[in-house]
């Protein structure tokens, strides 16, 4: 017979087991290519990728979307094959191979099975060191990137994201979306991706990643074979990113949609870069603000008043002074009430102490959710990849949950008064004029339109 | 060059079931401390009617919204404090919720979702369905209305089933059913579904089998079965003839889409269907991508699909042209693939490609505890058994070019079928 069970209480949680992050070596060949890899296997299968140091960040001023174009290309198109046939390759296989750019880096990455990692290294290898930039896939790219370009601004929600950028970034890189702008798109040439690939692709600013299961040791020994003395063309220099004053009057920029069903909204500023030294107490922060189901800004403007279907926040991590943001779609008939909600909430942050439990919460929340990423190789590529990139010491992970327990909310009060300045923040919607300009009057902002071109 | 593929991992598993019909699934893998807890409840939107369309999806909602011993935002404040991760998502047919919790937190997860199966209705109330509805249909608004081609798998699915069918309507519903929605017709959904003879509960990860079974029963073995909802039978006449539409969209491409009725999930022709989508379309190697986006650039994507739904499951194919591209004619050369794949023999290579893709995205999947979980509650419930959970690839494994050919030429006809084409819209709206 089963007793009564008292259900009043939640049960008690045993003590949580500490995560190992699954080992791995790192390892800087003669050529500066910096070379991680480990054994770690949840299916027959490896995750390697090749990752350079040239993303967007990187655009020259008059070539927006250069960057990512060049990074689309390499799998065009290397050594003796074409794209094509690279891909009917790896796909043969079962695998899968993709090329990328974003803000910080070029991404080429290769899905295989685990048998496969001579393959996957070779071809790798070539990718790095013999891309051809063909012309036909050139104009390819160029065409198909143009279009994704004006189909970016069917979606509202990209379409938001491009206004805030445009506003918070003038005159860099990342005041433009990844893609670049139609004229700049239009106008790249053959030479500029040979001279971009040829400025930016060394090896001292790439990393090979490998996962899966295989031996780490003899990866690093196939890779310095199959890589042999790859020498870049130059030594690249990192470009930076200058900031302006902060000096924003209360102004909401408004992209007209007469018949939106919903209100598109962005609420932000530009920040740091990842590795400045509060990047802990701004994770914890964001945790409470509006990093989780749980958090501020979701608990009030779902929870609480059904504005939305979710709000966000978000301090994006780049090499560069990524930007912090508040992303929520709203019923149009809120959207003013729903900005005044949110700023009330980074006032409320940047004014008043979390409480111990909220600290304890946001804290231990991301402490428990970080074996959640390791549950896949790609999932562990990216941690890795996240050290790497930003050059953070090698145990940077062995001692995360120590730098969270040491935070304080007053340490926590401070960081918000560092980074978040309500006063300062832009705005930019996306919805029907007539209805939502009136509600930004009533709360004391300019409503200045942007236009509703791509 | 066509490797044989490795066998499926071999997965630990336990089948249990509780006096009161809950079914139980354990599956223990210690590489992480992790443990992850899914439950199907095999209800969805085809257990709805026209008239509450919406109900099963706005139900899910409304169970996150407290029980008798949970406060109203406790669910995810209580999970998410110790690290966890929590959702649900409603489906045709059926509605699953989930928890990945630190081990060690099981017990904790096990309270929450056997609260809400046996203590719900008295944390009902007018006030949390009047704030879910709002939730629901600002979801339905960012998901649907305010998307470029939002509503257009909508109108598809419309047209390729009548209109008493389930599959006539959305899941998420049509907003003046939400609107329409009463608190009684809540409580009755969850009555007539909800209980532990409807269910499955899968635990797998960081858990030792005999004590993880002991804390289920623990939490769940008092909580009544319930008389269930007598199953809806839903006839389907033959479409048995093409039919066409044009909506216009703010948008800067036309878009075409077909769409076809298959066998469900569970058949070995649904197989054959996702294998033929895979052979068609997956990857830049397949001949619908190197034709039509590489060689000829009609399309600027082009993608084959079939919805892993049980009692019919639509085939669609989707291809967005390329600007100055007429959809007429993209859709002329989409047809000629589809011709060719149900009258010539698919190539060794094709369907090798096909195979492996398929093969190793399932060996993908199954390497997080949550998918795993997931695969090994819906193979219980959709296929009687979680040793079931490799059926997919077992069938891929079992097929071959010829008979892929002959279901394709079967189901794939020009004469029964739907066709959508979205146009751009001008500034007033004209098309």
């Known amino acids: 017979m089963r007793g009564i069970l008292d259900r009043s209480q939640p049960p008690r949680t045993g003590p949580a087991r500490p995560t190992q992050l699954p080992s791995f070596e790192s390892v800087e060949l003669d050529s500066g290519l910096t070379v991680i890899a480990s054994r770690y296997s949840r299916a027959p299968r490896i995750s390697l990728h090749l990752v350079t140091r040239a993303g967007a960040i990187e655009d020259p001023a008059e070539r927006p979307g250069l960057a990512c174009l060049v990074a689309a290309l390499l799998d065009d198109g290397a050594g003796k094959r074409t794209g094509p046939e690279l891909a009917a390759l790896v796909e043969s296989l079962g695998g899968s191979l993709s090329a990328a750019g974003d803000w910080d880096a070029a991404y080429v990455s290769l899905g295989l099975l685990a048998n496969q990692i001579d393959v996957g290294l070779e071809l790798l290898a070539t990718i790095a060191q013999d891309p051809r930039f063909r012309s036909d896939e050139l104009e390819l790219n160029r065409g198909r990137r143009l279009a994704e370009l004006s189909r970016r601004h069917d979606r509202p929600g990209s379409l938001a994201d491009d206004t805030l950028m445009s506003v918070l970034y003038p005159d860099s890189p990342y005041a433009t979306p990844l893609l670049g702008t139609l004229a700049s798109l239009a106008a790249i040439s053959a030479a500029e991706v040979h001279s971009f690939h040829d400025g930016c692709y060394v090896p001292q600013e790439t990393i090979l990643i490998a996962i899966g299961d295989i031996d780490a040791r003899a990866v690093t020994e196939k890779t310095q074979a199959a890589f042999g003395v790859w020498v870049g063309k130059a030594s690249a220099e990192m470009s930076g990113i200058e900031l302006g004053a902060r000096d924003r009057p209360k102004v909401v920029h408004l992209v007209d949609r007469p018949e939106a069903a919903q209100t598109e909204l962005r609420i932000g500023a530009p920040d740091v870069p990842a590795n400045h030294q509060d990047r802990d107490a701004l994770r914890l922060l964001n945790s409470a603000l509006g990093g989780r189901f749980s958090s501020r800004l979701n608990l009030n403007l779902r929870e609480r008043h059904g504005f939305t279907y979710g709000a966000f926040s978000r301090f994006s991590e780049r090499l560069g002074p990524g930007p912090f943001v508040v992303s929520t779609a709203v019923a149009n008939s809120v959207a003013g009430a729903a900005t005044r909600e949110v700023l009330a909430e980074l006032d409320r942050l940047c004014s008043e102490p979390l409480s111990d439990d909220e600290v304890n919460e946001s804290r231990d929340y991301l402490i428990g959710s970080f074996p959640y990423g390791l549950q896949t190789i790609d999932g562990f590529a990216a941690r890795l990849n996240h050290l790497a990139l930003h050059r953070f010491p090698l145990d940077y992970f062995e001692h995360y949950a120590d730098r969270l327990n040491g935070l304080t909310a007053a340490d926590l009060l401070a960081v918000a008064q560092d980074h978040v300045d309500p006063q300062t923040m832009a705005v930019a919607a996306v919805g029907p004029a007539a209805e939502l300009s009136p509600q930004f009057d009533e709360l004391g902002f300019e409503v200045r339109l942007t236009p509703d071109q791509p | ?431």
């Not at chain 2, 190793?360 to 959970?389: N, V």
């Open chain 2, 1 to 431: 060059m066509h490797p044989q593929l490795p066998n499926p991992p071999e997965l630990e598993i336990i089948e249990e079931q509780l006096d009161n019909g809950l079914r139980v699934v354990l599956h223990p893998d210690s590489t992480l401390p992790l443990v992850a807890i899914n439950l199907w409840y095999h209800v969805g939107s085809m257990s709805e009617v026209p008239g509450r369309t919406g109900l099963a999806h706005l139900f899910e909602h409304m169970l996150f919204q407290g029980s008798e011993h949970v406060g109203t935002n406790d669910h995810f404040r209580l999970v998410q404090q110790v690290g966890g991760n929590a959702n649900g998502s409603t489906w045709y047919d059926r509605t699953n919720y989930y928890e990945t919790l630190p081990a060690g937190c099981l017990d904790l997860g096990l309270w929450l979702e056997a609260d809400r199966m046996g203590y719900l209705l008295p944390a009902l109330d007018q006030k949390k369905l009047d704030t879910q509805r709002q939730v629901v249909i600002n979801e339905r608004r960012q998901r649907t209305d305010n998307q470029p081609y939002g509503r257009a798998l909508e109108k598809l699915h419309q047209l390729l089933y009548p209109e008493v069918h389930p599959h006539h309507w959305p899941v998420i519903g049509w907003p003046r059913d939400l609107e329409a929605t009463e608190l009684e017709d809540v409580k009755e959904f969850f009555r007539r579904h909800y209980g532990p003879n409807n269910a499955v509960l899968t635990v797998a990860g960081d858990i030792e089998p005999r004590s993880a079974l002991a804390a289920i029963d623990k939490y769940f073995g008092a909580i009544p079965s319930i008389e269930l909802a007598p199953t809806i039978d839903h006839p389907l006449p033959a479409l048995g003839r093409t039919r066409s539409e044009t909506m216009m969209d703010r948008v800067a491409l036309p878009r075409l889409y077909l769409a076809y009725r298959w066998p469900g999930y569970g058949e070995r022709s649904w197989s054959a269907g996702n294998l033929l989508a895979t052979i068609l379309s997956g990857g830049r190697s397949s001949p619908m991508y190197r034709d039509l986006v590489h060689q000829r650039q009609l399309a600027q994507e082009v993608s084959c699909l079939l919805y892993p739904t049980v009692e019919t499951a639509p085939f669609l194919v989707i291809a967005t042209a390329r600007p100055g591209v007429d959809p007429e004619a993209l859709l002329a050369e989409i047809d000629t693939h589809i011709e060719r794949a149900i009258s010539a023999e698919i190539s060794r290579e094709d369907f090798d490609r096909g195979r492996n893709q398929l093969a190793c995205s399932i060996f993908d999947e199954l390497q997080s505890l949550d998918e795993r979980a997931d695969e090994l509650s819906r193979a219980a419930t959709l296929l009687g058994s979680p040793e079931r959970f490799s059926w997919e690839i077992e069938t891929y494994e079992a097929l071959d070019a010829e008979e892929v050919r002959r279901i394709a030429a079967q189901y794939l006809s020009s004469e029964s079928r739907v066709r959508l084409t979205v146009v751009p819209q001008d500034s007033k709206g004209r098309a």
